[in-house]
């Protein structure tokens, strides 16, 4: 199994800061991976695929890079509805998520 | 527009049954990967099993031998008969189509299952 992992924890940002949130893959999985937004009492949302694609309707202030097994998820300049969760999956052999990033407001 | 809407969610006692559904709309289940991924309260994202367009069932360990995952092509409707219920089988239970490059894309919005006495 690829184990999928994200760092930090939570992060503590300023609206209108950038965050940057990582993600490493215990192999490499070229660049299937995505990343997806939850808020609370909400279901995941697709954000990034294809490690830097965004999503249908997702603003450009998020940006993904990374190919292999270092990922980076960008959100260049915070807005009040970005505070949530996120989390990184590979999608090169099955299927696994990272534990997830909590974006909280500093 | 692409929905997909879970139900069949509640309480049930460990090694109990349950039968969770996921209706969709905008798309066809015969045609489309369709999953489904787990979150336990407070924690993250397992994925627990796939179905392909062809209809072959695919499980995570975590779950193989008590889930079986399955569709009503007349009702567009898609199913995970759980079995054999354990306490860390509490999760909200989401389904998702699979794109055709295997990123999930809408996901429904998840139906809460609790086990326990």
């Known amino acids: 199994e690829i184990v999928m992992t994200q760092s930090p924890a939570t992060l503590s940002v300023s609206p209108g800061e950038r965050a940057t949130l990582s993600c490493r893959a215990s192999?490499?999985?070229?660049?299937?991976l995505a990343w997806y937004q939850q808020k609370p009492g909400q279901a995941p949302r697709l954000l990034i695929y294809g490690a830097f694609t965004r999503a249908t309707g997702i603003p450009a202030r998020f940006s993904g890079s990374g190919s292999g097994t270092e990922f980076t998820l960008t959100i260049s300049s915070l807005q009040s509805e970005d505070f949530a969760v996120y989390y990184c999956q590979q999608y090169n052999t099955w299927w696994t998520f990272g534990q997830g990033t909590k974006v909280e407001i500093k | 527009e692409v929905q997909l809407v879970e139900s069949g969610g509640g309480l049930v006692q460990p090694g109990g049954s349950l039968r969770l559904s996921c209706a969709a709309s905008?798309?066809?289940?015969?045609?489309?990967?369709i999953t489904w991924v787990r979150q336990a309260p407070g924690k993250g994202l397992e994925w627990v099993s796939v179905i392909y367009s062809g209809g072959s069932p695919y499980y995570a360990d975590s779950v193989k031998g008590r889930f079986t995952i399955s569709r009503d092509i007349s009702k567009n409707t898609l199913y995970l008969q759980m079995n054999s219920l354990r306490p860390e089988d509490t999760a909200v239970y989401y389904c998702?189509?699979?794109?055709?490059?295997?990123?999930?894309?809408?996901w429904g919005h998840g139906t809460l299952v609790t086990v326990s006495s």
């Open positions: 192999q490499s999985v070229s660049s299937k």
């Open positions: 998702a189509r699979v794109d055709y490059s295997n990123w999930f894309d809408p």
């Open positions: 905008g798309l066809t289940v015969s045609t489309n990967y």
